[in-house]
């Protein structure tokens, strides 16, 4: 048998796999390690540290699919076939007449929908809601009511009453809610008036401004019927509490101004005028300087009063007085008498700037310009008054009832006094008169069949009855002597 020979390497010659794992060994011990935990441990690499090391990516969520919509079988396109011109031009009028006839079927609509709705309103009237939160159309409705209104004064107090009327109605929808107004709802407005202690007066004139609001917008439209139309009034027939003055208060107040100073001298010409004139507190305030001229040789003051009417008022020599020495105190440019007549004869115009301005404490009376306040004529009565020791509540208008009372008891005409406190009906003119419920003018104190019996030669003066037995009993003389003691 032939032996095995063995076939020994030497280290001379180098396999392939070692010359392999050398080559393998220097690219790692070249390569750059990781920082970090990643470091080298026996029996692993860097790359196993690395990926153990590594965030495992999050799945994804599948959520449900929608099931598809079927697929609708699309029938076969047909063939294309060219238009003509004619063909074109009828298909482009006929799309313009739908869209006309859409249009106007449309604005029919919206004409049934606004007509349903104006029914509906008209025949339900106004709600609460619509009164305290008016929209744009139903705020201009209350604006034109007030501005159809002549006078300032009366625009004023339809105003207030009716900012009163919306805080009455926005308390009552705290208790009740959403409401329409109606007739109920102006009884309970009354009601709630007379638990605040208003006088019948005030509440007829509350009772008045919703009935002639309503009928506006009665009138307007907007409802069918006018809520406050049904409602009755007070009508008081009691007497006023506006007081007059007696001819010596009267005398007693014009002596209290001094009238060597310029507030003297102004406030004796506003009581002058409101003595003598009759006039308003809003008349006084609303008088020029050339609101005083001549009429047939006579110095007289032309007036606006209620409803813009105009009037005219003679002045008495002492109004004349009174204004001239306030004119010349306070250095006014006012012309009575001859001076005017020279004025208007040499064409001079006096400025139209108040007749009595604030002597001081309001914005423009160094110019003129500032009139004077109503509130100042209130403070100027109720301050003489006081000092005159009148007790009473006096007032600007007292002094206007002052005046007409005066004039009736000098027998004036109807008619005058009428033309002379710018009344349209004369029967103003028994409720302003405050002296015919004077006790010292009584017809009881006229009665006195005492001394109509003695002229006559009577020796009784009081009527005895034949039937009384007592009468027959009693002696003739002690009768008389009766009579003698009780006179």
């Known amino acids: 048998m032939k032996k095995k020979t063995s076939l020994k390497r030497s280290s001379s010659l180098p396999s392939k796999a070692a010359s392999t794992r050398k080559v393998l060994l220097k690219k790692f011990q070249t390569k750059k390690r990781p920082s970090g935990n990643l470091g080298w441990r026996a029996g692993s690499s860097w790359f196993e540290g690395a990926t153990s090391q590594r965030q495992k990516p999050k799945k994804k969520t599948t959520s449900a699919r929608k099931p598809r919509a079927p697929v609708q079988s699309r029938s076969p396109r047909r063939p294309s076939v060219p238009r003509s011109p ?34 509906e309103q008209k025949t339900q009237g106004l709600s609460n809601e619509q009164l305290i939160r008016p929209g744009e159309d139903l705020s201009d409705r209350i604006a034109a009511f007030l501005l159809d209104q002549r006078s300032e004064h009366t625009r004023k107090a339809y105003g ?4 009163r009327f919306v805080a009455f109605l926005r308390w009552r929808r705290l208790e009740r809610g959403w409401e329409r107004i109606e007739r109920q709802t102006i009884i309970a407005y009354k009601e709630h008036l007379l638990s605040e202690k208003l006088e019948h007066t005030t509440v007829d004139r509350h009772l008045a401004t919703l009935r002639s609001f309503f009928g506006w917008l009665a009138q307007d439209g907007v409802v069918t019927v006018n809520p406050a139309e049904g409602v009755r009034f007070l009508n008081p027939k009691r007497i006023s509490k506006t007081r007059g003055l007696s001819d010596e208060q009267v005398r007693s107040l014009l002596s209290l101004p001094d009238l060597h100073t310029r507030t003297g001298c102004l406030h004796h010409a506003i009581l002058t005028m409101l003595l003598y004139c009759g006039l308003r507190r809003s008349e006084l305030c609303s008088l020029k300087l ?32 009174s204004l001239r020495r306030y004119a010349l105190i306070n250095r006014r440019p006012l012309s009575i008498g001859d001076v005017a007549l020279q004025r208007s004869m040499q064409g001079v115009v006096l400025p139209d700037e108040p007749l009595f301005r604030a002597v001081k404490g309001r914005e423009g009376r160094s110019q003129g310009i500032a009139p004077l306040d109503p509130s100042t004529v209130f403070y100027i009565v109720t301050k003489y008054a006081k000092k005159a020791g009148i ?24 008619r005058a006094i009428q033309e002379f406190a710018g009344w349209a009906s004369p029967d103003m003119i028994t409720r302003y008169d405050k002296r015919k419920t004077a006790i010292e003018k009584s017809a009881a104190l006229l009665i006195q069949y005492e001394e109509d019996q003695k002229k006559q030669g009577s020796p009784a003066s009081v009527v005895t009855d034949a039937s009384d037995p007592l009468q027959e009993l009693a002696p003739q003389e002690e009768i008389k002597s009766d009579l003698t003691s009780w006179q």
Do not use: W, Y
């Open 86 to 119: 004619e063909l074109e031009l009828q298909v482009h009028q006929q799309s313009l007449q739908n869209q006309l006839l859409t249009q106007e079927l449309e604005q029919k609509a919206l004409a049934l929908q606004e007509q349903k709705s104006r029914f």
């Open 160 to 163: 207030k009453d009716l900012k």
């Open 290 to 321: 050339n609101s005083i001229g001549m009429e047939r040789g006579r110095p007289v003051v032309r007036l606006l009063g209620k409803g813009n009417q105009e009037r005219i008022v003679p002045l008495v020599p002492a109004v004349v007085e």
């Open 391 to 414: 007790t009473e509540r006096i007032s600007p208008h007292s002094c206007r009832a002052t005046a007409i009372s005066h004039a009736r008891d000098r027998n004036a005409p109807d």
